[in-house]
């Protein structure tokens, strides 16, 4: 049962590396982590912020765009090349197939994430404690970022293999275009999820249909924010386990949610 | 060349009627053309016995990788069915017993020959010694072993070919589909890979073949059917379709007007054939007496014996029986 | 539709609605921790609208993009706040659309500090001083203190917009009572040392001169070569604390020789007056009140205290005067000077 599945997906976290496409991503990701500290200094007296801005911000985004990238193409390739033929005639089901490419996936953007994580981190260790030292009043901010720093790269972890899980299915419905569009589409609005809420808010005198309308809307859209603790690594805010376990297990649920519908979709699919 | 007796077949129709194929019409209807006609593959009713090499042929666009695509569950029917083995398309309990070589086969272009079997052979749970000494063995089979380091991408047509041959047969399948299996393959590699199938038939291997090169595939297979235009138009067991009953046939050249004519009324039909002139006849006296006849007038005896229908003449006949 | 496309399409309604509950739960927490920052769409919008249109647009989309790309939220904020350093530099800072710029910027990343100070810098200092009219100056004050005030309610733990909130007050509007409690909530989280010292400097003005010392004793337990504070309750204790004590004891006239003693020698001393005034004051000694204020108010522009004291006693007295922009905001805040002199409470108790 699970053979096939991490064969499939050995083969493709093979391959996605043989891909210049996304290793320019990977390159130009940790080009801009490495002078995350250089736009630090257009920030006087926040510079620690700034770094951190562009570090984890880079993370996540570059980390987006190759989950974009490389998800829509993961099955689409398949077909225009035809590998898919030869692999599904072997005893592999659809959800077998679509399960291993989504993990061989995941676990390339795994890799990468870990890559840029420790250019950031090394990028970090050299310049913040020289930007620290300038504010010895934020020191207790500084003690504890290395551990949030850590945590909010687990949590971009699973927002992109969100994305990730989002573009494969895409993939499977519409063209490749359109994929991509679709999974920016979902991933932009679902950063902005809380202006949704506050349009159906009734105190804004939003009418009954939109209330419902875009409260579902609200309800049912990934909300990709909750993966960002920036906040707590300003603030110098300790990040719970309980919380980080929470906003892991809602990733990975709506995950399931994502890869249920591809089975779905792709079981019927023609290839 | 070796085929099965008629009695062979009959004793396995009566006590081991097992099909390895069977269909009922199955069709794939994608759209239809400007007169109606659907488009795709209509109604097809197979069936394939164990044991045999199955032909499926007909000129491209016949519908032969759409029935080949249906009979893999990589695209479903628009209606009717199918079972292999009497196990049901597509299902992983199926495709444990079966080969499949796509035409103009394309693979993993970053993986090498040994590493490319290798992750076929996973897939069907091998592992281990067994599998390494199964990609040995394949990869001598195939022609391939000298060549075993090489990476997909620098693979020329005929080198996909045969490890494509090769991973269909990884997990020693009971039955084999061979999408146009000569193509790309030179002369001699074509007559390798026939040996070999005809070697898997002996051992009692079912192969199903498509193709379009019907002559190829006259000496091969032991039962055909030809597609036209998403149709079955003929089918059988090869034999009885070239076989035309008491019919032997003279071939001459450098024959003259006179000739012609004398043998237009002593035969039951003639026929020009290129250059050469082809006169039939009822039994083998007549045309004895005939080329006797034709080699006093001065014409040059080309062929003389029993008359056999080649497939393309089958097909022909049958399409032209069509319209 | 087969069966399992069926069971498998409700199992993904019903996942959806399962994963509501723990959806709210993180959304709870995630306000509880401070970690939620939710964009103020419509406050931006509205800024937009009011604002000049070219740059609404501006704004709003580099709002949009920012916030949409989740990640870069803070980076869009700072390339706003480029745009205002451009503004600066060509000598436009103090225009509606760099000031409204500076508001988005405080809207899109709020817990980002320097904004929240130089706007409210702009407005308190820049603005202010644009203009002669005391109207305009104390709506000035008290939007740079609203500016602060929300910094600080977006940044609770952080100890400098409090000191800024409370400097904003020691400095500009000099009511040392409201500048000594954002230096006290400063204190509470990590600070710099000086903020200590600064609760000192606003009681010795205020003038409280027993919590002045408390302060400055505060400072040197903490840091014994704390010279500052060493130097200052060397001064008060051996310039005012005998006037002040005499005061207290209700020895008015003494007290009031006892500090133009000390005034002789050193009579445009600002901390002198302010005793001298709060004595006199407190003896009831009106005319004489007023004039030891108005005299430190004239002596220095900056003396904002002694000028509102000035006010409020001219008005006491009948005397005709102008008011200022402080005296004028404190009105506006409901504040009534006499009651803000400690002292008074003291001596009812």
Same mark, same amino acid.
């Given at each position: ?5 991490? =064969? ?5 976290? $093979? ?66 090349? =035809?590998?898919? $033929? ?136 990934? $909300? ?5 603790? =920036? ?37 019927? =699919?023609?290839? | ?9 009959? %004793?396995? +129709?009566?006590? %081991? ?79 444990? #017993? ?22 076929? *052979?996973?897939?069907?749970?091998? *592992? ?18 000298? +060549? ?13 070919? #045969? ?79 070239? #076989? ?29 054939? *290129? ?49 | ?36 920052? @939710? ?40 390339? !706003? ?12 800072? !103090? ?6 710029? /500076?508001?988005?910027?405080? !809207? ?34 008290? /939007? ?11 940044? @609770?733990?952080?100890?400098? &917009? ?24 400063? /204190?509470?989280?990590?600070? @710099? ?12 003005? /205020? @003038? ?32 005012? &604390? ?43 000694? &009106? ?7 108005? &005299? ?31 005296? !004028? ?21």
């Amino acid at each position: 049962m699970m053979r096939p599945i991490l =064969r499939v997906a050995r083969a493709t976290f $093979h391959e996605a590396w043989r891909r210049r496409f996304l290793n320019g991503i990977l390159l130009f990701a940790i080009l801009i982590i490495g002078s995350s500290w250089v736009f630090a200094y257009l920030q006087p007296g926040a510079e620690l912020q700034m770094i951190i801005d562009i570090g984890l911000g880079a993370i996540r985004f570059f980390g987006m765009l190759i989950a974009v990238f490389m998800g829509t193409r993961l099955i689409p390739d398949e077909i225009e090349r =035809r590998t898919i $033929h030869t692999i599904l005639a072997k005893p592999v089901s659809r959800a077998q197939f679509v399960f291993g490419k989504f993990l061989g996936g995941a676990a390339t953007i795994a890799v990468n994430l870990a890559l840029m994580g420790i250019a950031f981190y090394i990028v970090f260790a050299i310049k913040a404690p020289e930007f620290a030292a300038a504010k010895p009043e934020d020191a207790f901010i500084f003690a504890a970022m290395y551990s949030n720093i850590a945590k909010a790269i687990v949590l971009a972890l699973f927002e992109i293999w969100l994305v990730l899980g989002i573009a494969v299915v895409a993939s499977t419905l519409f063209s490749w275009v359109l994929s991509v569009i679709f999974t920016f589409v979902i991933y932009f609005v679902g950063q902005m999820s809380d202006f949704f809420q506050q349009l159906s808010d009734p105190g804004r005198g939003a009418s009954q249909i939109a209330q419902v309308l875009l409260g579902a809307l609200y309800r049912v859209l990934p $909300h990709f924010e909750i993966f960002d603790i =920036r906040e707590a690594i300003l603030q110098g805010t300790y990040t719970p386990w309980g919380t980080m376990l929470q906003t892991m297990g809602q990733g990975a649920a709506y995950l399931v949610v994502v890869l249920l519908i591809g089975y779905l979709v792709f079981n019927e =699919r023609e290839v | 060349m070796k085929r099965p007796g008629k009695l062979a077949r009959v %004793a396995r +129709r009566c006590f %081991a009627i097992s099909l390895a194929i069977k269909t009922e019409n199955l069709s794939k209807i994608y759209s239809q053309d400007a007169t109606g006609r659907p488009v795709g593959l209509i109604d097809l009713s197979l069936e394939v016995e164990e044991g045999q090499i199955f032909g499926l042929l007909g000129p491209n666009g016949s519908g032969k990788t759409t029935t080949l695509k249906l009979l893999l569950g990589l695209i479903f029917p628009t209606r009717g069915s199918g079972q292999i083995f009497g196990l049901p398309l597509g299902s992983n309990a199926t495709k444990e #017993r079966i080969g499949f070589l796509p035409e103009g086969p394309y693979f993993y272009e970053h993986l090498n020959g040994i590493e490319l079997l290798s992750f076929y *052979g996973t897939l069907f749970g091998m *592992g281990g010694s067994r599998l390494a000494a199964r990609i040995e063995e394949l990869l001598h089979l195939v022609g391939m072993w000298d +060549r075993r380091f090489i990476h997909v991408r620098e693979y020329s047509r005929g080198m996909r070919q #045969r490890i494509g041959a090769a991973q269909a047969m990884i997990n020693d399948p009971d039955l084999l589909f061979l999408d146009e299996l000569t193509s790309g393959l030179d002369p001699i590699g074509a007559m390798e890979m026939h040996e070999l199938i005809m070697e898997l038939r002996d051992r009692g291997k079912t192969i199903f073949l498509c193709s379009h090169l019907l002559k190829d595939m006259e000496p091969l297979c032991d039962r055909v059917s030809i597609l036209n235009q998403g149709e079955m138009c003929q089918s059988g067991a090869v034999e009885d379709l070239l #076989r035309v009953e008491d019919q032997y046939r003279l071939l001459i050249s450098n024959c003259s007007d006179e000739l012609t004519q004398q043998l237009q009324t002593s035969a039951q039909h003639t026929e020009a054939v *290129g250059n050469h002139f082809a006169a039939y006849y009822a039994d083998q006296s007549g045309a004895l007496a005939a080329a006797q006849e034709a080699s006093a007038a001065g014409a040059v005896i080309e062929q003389l014996g029993a008359h056999h229908r080649t497939l393309e003449e089958v097909f022909i006949e049958a399409v032209g029986g069509e319209e | 539709m087969k069966p399992y496309k069926i069971i498998g399409w409700l199992a993904v309604i019903a996942l959806i609605v399962a994963i509501q509950p723990l959806d709210r739960s993180v959304e709870y927490n995630r306000l509880i921790l401070g970690l939620q920052q @939710p964009t103020p769409w419509f406050q931006i919008a509205a800024r937009g609208a009011a604002g000049d249109t070219e740059l609404a647009v501006t704004g709003v989309t580099g709002v949009i993009v920012g916030a949409a790309l989740g990640g870069f939220r803070e980076v869009a904020a700072t390339m !706003l706040w480029m745009k205002t350093h451009e503004y600066w530099h060509k000598g436009e800072a !103090l225009q509606a659309k760099s000031l409204w710029l /500076m508001r988005l910027v405080t !809207l899109l990343d709020p817990h980002w500090l320097e904004p929240w100070r130089v706007t409210a810098w702009h407005l308190a200092y820049n603005l202010y001083v644009e203009t002669d009219d005391p109207e305009l100056r104390a709506k000035y004050l008290q /939007m740079g203190v609203d500016c602060l005030r929300e910094g600080v309610s977006w940044n @609770p733990d952080r100890y400098d &917009l409090y000191m800024e909130l409370g400097w904003t007050y020691f400095d500009k509007v000099e009511d040392f009572e409201e500048a000594n409690k954002w230096f006290k909530a400063a /204190m509470r989280y990590p600070h @710099p040392e000086y903020v200590d010292r600064l609760v000192g400097h606003a009681y010795e003005r /205020m @003038p409280d001169v027993p919590r002045a010392l408390d302060a400055y004793d505060y400072c040197l337990k903490r840091d014994p070569q704390d010279h500052t504070a060493k130097g200052a309750t060397l001064t008060i204790r051996e310039r005012y &604390l005998w006037p002040w004590y005499l005061a207290e004891q209700g020895r008015y006239d003494e007290a009031l020789e006892a500090i133009n003693e000390y005034l002789l020698a050193k009579p445009s001393s600002s901390l002198g007056l302010h005793v001298k005034g709060h004595i006199a004051e407190r003896a009831g000694k &009106l005319r004489l009140a007023y004039d030891t204020w108005k &005299l430190a108010g004239d002596i220095s522009a900056l003396d904002f205290l002694a000028q509102n004291k000035a006010v409020e006693l001219a008005h006491e007295l009948g005397i005709e005067t102008e008011d200022t922009a402080q005296y !004028l905001y404190m009105q506006k805040m409901g504040k009534d000077l006499k009651v803000t002199i400690p002292g008074r409470d003291r001596m009812s108790r």
